[in-house]
């Protein structure tokens, strides 16, 4: 990721997610199917009740991706994105949600207490940046997190993954958050892996909770299923053996493998290598 | 849009409105959809209704047919009932029009049956 620019660098969302970006929601299958693995794992972090149709609120809903998860559980939505070409795929896709074009950063204008929790992939970074002469980040972010805070009924919940740039945004967010009446944080998935690190911001409507674990997190509990597992292990050993002592015969035979392996003529490896001469010689 | 996020949108995000609530519709083209029927979600979701906007709503793009303006007694046993506002919720929606803020007189325009509840800078 580091090489590429972050997207919210590049353009304000209604700009950057234009007919091109758009389509590669419906298009590119590995696009399709880190945002579904997301979703999923947002949806398990609401711990909705089982077998009862909520009404779940989808911020940033874009293609409506996100959407069909939920349909899948039996929910229904309501999805909110500031791209009307993101929204135009998602009624192309014939989504079962209802649509809406709007900014988070402008406040949510539902009634108190209507839903009984929300997601929101990838979203939550863009109101990090100003993209206007009028935005300050700070307050907008407050904004939408308050007026969330009311449309949540009591004991309702909201999981937002998303990528943040650097440790203060993941401060700013959460402080916003806290200060709007919310209570919850920062749940990191596989913190040590880097392609497969995700950070979740939970949040809880009334009272304190237990915040959920992070996948990869646990004791005993190895990686990311599915990815090798090897890198982290031989480092670790290499840095528990340390460099061998100067002059030794280890040092020695590591030398002249080093020069061997640079192509350099090398004398062959024997018992001999790296022993003391006798006195008299 | 549904009548059912109709039914929980309101105008209260704009710069000097009190409660912006119900936001009056104007419609010029109402499609209607056929949704998998699901009395459990409609039994949940009618307490939190305004069943009186609800009503005026549903009068206002003159799809109200028969439904009584109070909302009756016994609803989970009442399945005719139910379906009738599973209907009215979930089936109907209004394709294009405008959204009107009840204090100010803003018009939120609906294309495709997207609501654009984008504001101006001024406004918010």
Not at chain 1, 209 to 237: C, N
Request: hydrophobic residues 35%; glycine residues 8%; contains cysteine.
């Amino acid at each position: 990721m580091a090489s590429v620019r972050r997207p919210e660098h590049q353009a304000p969302p209604e700009i950057f997610y234009n007919e091109t970006e758009a389509r590669k929601y419906t298009s590119n299958t590995r696009m399709i199917e880190i945002q579904l693995k997301m979703t999923e794992r947002a949806v398990e972090l609401l711990t909705l009740p089982e077998d009862t149709p909520c009404m779940i609120l989808d911020l940033g809903c874009g293609s409506g991706l996100s959407g069909e998860t939920l349909t899948e559980h039996g929910h229904n939505w309501v999805g909110l994105d500031i791209s009307s070409s993101m929204l135009s795929v998602a009624l192309e896709r014939e989504v079962e949600g209802d649509l809406m074009l709007g900014d988070m950063g402008q406040g949510l204008s539902f009634r108190p207490g209507m839903f009984d929790g929300a997601v929101s992939i990838s979203a939550l970074q863009w109101l990090c940046n100003a993209d206007k002469k009028s935005h300050v980040p700070a307050k907008r972010m407050f904004k939408f997190f308050s007026t969330l805070y009311s449309c949540l009924a009591r004991g309702g919940r909201a999981a937002f993954q998303f990528y943040p740039e650097n440790s203060q945004q993941v401060e700013l967010i959460t402080q916003q958050a806290l200060k709007a009446g919310f209570t919850g944080g920062v749940v990191v998935d596989y913190p040590n892996s880097s392609k497969a690190k995700k950070v979740f911001l939970v949040l809880f409507v009334g009272g304190q909770q237990q915040l959920p674990r992070g996948l990869g997190t646990a004791p005993g509990e190895k990686g990311v299923p599915g990815h090798v597992q090897y890198t982290d292990v031989r480092q670790r050993i290499k840095a528990a053996r340390g460099k061998p002592l100067k002059k030794s015969r280890d040092w020695i035979l590591e030398k002249k493998e080093r020069r061997r392996r640079q192509g350099k003529e090398v004398r062959p490896d024997s018992k001999y290598t790296g022993r003391k001469r006798k006195d008299k010689f | 849009m549904k009548l059912l996020t109709h039914n929980m949108l309101t105008s209260k995000f704009m710069k000097g409105v009190v409660k912006g609530y119900p936001l009056g519709i104007v419609a010029s083209e109402v499609k209607e959809v056929a949704v998998d029927y699901n009395p459990d979600f409609v039994c949940r979701m009618i307490p939190k209704l305004e069943w009186g906007s609800l009503c005026s709503a549903a009068d206002s793009i003159g799809k109200l047919g028969d439904l009584p303006k109070e909302l009756p007694e016994n609803i989970e046993s009442n399945q005719d009932f139910l379906k009738k506002v599973h209907h009215l919720l979930m089936e109907v929606e209004v394709i294009s029009g405008n959204l009107i803020c009840p204090e100010t007189g803003r018009k939120f325009p609906i294309n495709n049956g997207i609501p654009n509840m984008l504001l101006n800078e001024d406004e918010v």
